[in-house]
């Protein structure tokens, strides 16, 4: 017990918070130079010492991540960091059917140089999320226009008649395509976060196409919801994938937040309240269940994720609903994943990803970890102080 305060004690956690906010900032994880400037790389591989690839999906996230850190510091940096992404996105990866291409490879011999060209749907619900959030503040005229050609890229393209999101375009071959082999190359009900940047869109524009689609989006995601609030990641072999069943959790927030549509809100309850259930007694939740079989090797994007539910499904007077010590437990293995023991500016203060699902420990100091991370330990340092909820809708990352 003794450990458990000591390592989520006030003064620590805002170090971790600063420490993990300055690595976004000055680490050079946002690129600054060239035709890169503005640019977000997925991760630093310590061990061949370069980054990855540069990724429009986390371009996206980390838009939202400094509208945040704006909303609770006041300081226009975080804006101007936003923008310069914003504009790299525009002008690099903004195809002209109004998708966002997946990534731009920084090291060559990278096993995701295939995603070149290809568009996922779910990166452009993210982007198109951050857009929209950055115009509100900004009144920046490229971020509504852009907004709009991937909103409608989206509805007029990659969902079907039966509202179902078709995964991945592949540039080349003109034409969607979907496996089963990946969650990520599903239609399931992840896409949810997609529903959350066309609600974004329609707050703006009021066309109440996006809306529409938006709800048709939800409602679909709802069937793979299970009766104890499991989401199916893989629909034709049945498992669950934690970090996709988390998307869809907070998808359904963030839409029923903004509705006040209680379905949704209670779906997003109900997922997490699952996922908790599953939590073992070292405080780690399964990243991988298929046919009652848990594999526990713990993804720190998962855990950080499963937090942040935590906090956002209380009720309507602020409690929450699910126990703070397993929520605890949580936090403390996400912090064991921070690197903290470093002088090393390209890693000092950033998470790592965690690890396989064979196990193996990936120590690439991550961007999008480290935009959850940040998250849940605010949110949890907020509780302690306010015992409020202090999230709009747009916000999550």
Request: net charge positive.
């Given at each position: 017990m003794g450990k458990k305060k000591l390592e989520l004690n006030s003064k620590k956690l805002r170090a971790s918070i600063d420490c993990a906010i300055e690595w976004l900032t000055n680490s050079g994880i946002q690129n600054s130079i060239g035709n890169k400037n503005g640019s977000v790389n997925a991760w630093y591989?310590?061990?061949?010492?370069?980054?990855?690839?540069?990724?429009?999906?986390?371009?996206?996230?980390?838009?939202?991540?400094?509208?945040?850190?704006?909303?609770?510091?006041?300081?226009?940096?975080?804006?101007?960091?936003?923008?310069?992404?914003?504009?790299?996105?525009?002008?690099y990866a903004l195809h002209k059917n109004g998708g966002f291409k997946c990534l731009f490879l920084i090291d060559k011999e990278s096993p995701h140089a295939f995603k070149q060209n290809q568009i996922y749907s779910f990166d452009n619900g993210v982007i198109l999320n951050g857009f929209v959030s950055l115009y509100k503040i900004t009144k920046k005229t490229f971020l509504i226009k852009n907004a709009i050609k991937c909103g409608n890229w989206l509805t007029n393209y990659c969902i079907d008649k039966n509202f179902y999101v078709k995964p991945v375009y592949e540039i080349s071959e003109n034409k969607f395509f979907e496996s089963d082999k990946e969650w990520s190359l599903t239609s399931?009900?992840?896409?949810?976060?997609?529903?959350?940047?066309?609600?974004?869109?329609?707050?703006?524009?009021?066309?109440?196409?996006y809306l529409n689609y938006a709800k048709k989006i939800c409602e679909r995601s709802l069937q793979f919801q299970t009766s104890k609030g499991r989401f199916i990641s893989f629909p034709f072999r049945g498992g669950t994938n934690a970090h996709p069943h988390c998307y869809s959790a907070e998808g359904l927030w963030s839409v029923g937040n903004f509705l006040n549509d209680k379905k949704y809100?209670?779906?997003s309850y109900k997922a997490t309240k699952w996922i908790y259930s599953q939590q073992n007694k070292d405080g780690k939740i399964p990243r991988l269940y298929f046919n009652e079989k848990k594999i526990y090797h713990e993804r720190i994007d998962a855990l950080a994720q499963a937090v942040r539910l935590a906090f956002l499904n209380t009720n309507v007077n602020n409690k929450l609903r699910i126990n703070i010590s397993k929520i605890e437990k949580l936090l403390i293995l996400v912090l064991k994943n921070q690197n903290l023991k470093t002088n090393n500016l390209k890693v000092k203060?950033?998470?790592?990803?965690?690890?396989t699902s064979y196990g193996k420990l990936l120590k690439h100091p991550n961007s999008w970890v480290t935009f959850f991370s940040i998250q849940a330990l605010m949110m949890y340092e907020n509780y302690n102080k306010t015992k409020k909820k202090f999230f709009d809708s747009f916000d999550l990352v």
């Open positions: 591989d310590t061990k061949r010492k370069r980054y990855s690839f540069i990724y429009s999906e986390i371009n996206g996230y980390f838009i939202i991540m400094m509208i945040f850190l704006f909303k609770q510091t006041k300081k226009k940096k975080y804006l101007d960091l936003a923008l310069k992404s914003a504009k790299w996105l525009s002008t399931s009900s992840y896409h949810t976060k997609i529903a959350t940047g066309l609600i974004n869109l329609y707050s703006v524009t009021k066309n109440k196409k809100l209670n779906s203060g950033s998470f790592y990803w965690g690890k």
